[in-house]
């Protein structure tokens, strides 16, 4: 489960080497602020789209054929 924001969310994913799909993604819905809730609206849309993935200087790009979707990044806080 992963807390962004005001809401958690949580789903299954599928990943056979560089392909990776994600399921039905369930979330909470508490009241957000407008702008963490497009946020959170945008990254299920890229989860959705996402059906391959790599890795590029330690940063997890999410992939639609060459398009990369999101650029995630490693935190390291406390």
């Known amino acids: ?3 962004y924001g ?3 969310f949580f789903g299954g994913y599928e990943l056979e080497g560089s392909a990776l799909t994600f399921g039905t993604i369930g979330a909470t819905k508490g009241a957000c ?3 963490e809730e497009a946020v959170e ?3 299920f ?3 959705d789209a996402t059906c391959r993935w790599r890795i590029v200087d330690g940063t997890l ?3 639609n054929g060459d398009l990369v979707l999101a650029r ?3 935190y390291y806080g406390s």
């Open 61 to 63: 790009e999410l992939l």
């Open 1 to 3: 489960m992963l807390n």
């Open 41 to 43: 609206t945008e990254f």
């Open 72 to 74: 995630l990044h490693p």
């Open 33 to 35: 602020p407008d702008l």
């Open 6 to 8: 005001c809401n958690r």
């Open 45 to 47: 849309k890229v989860l």
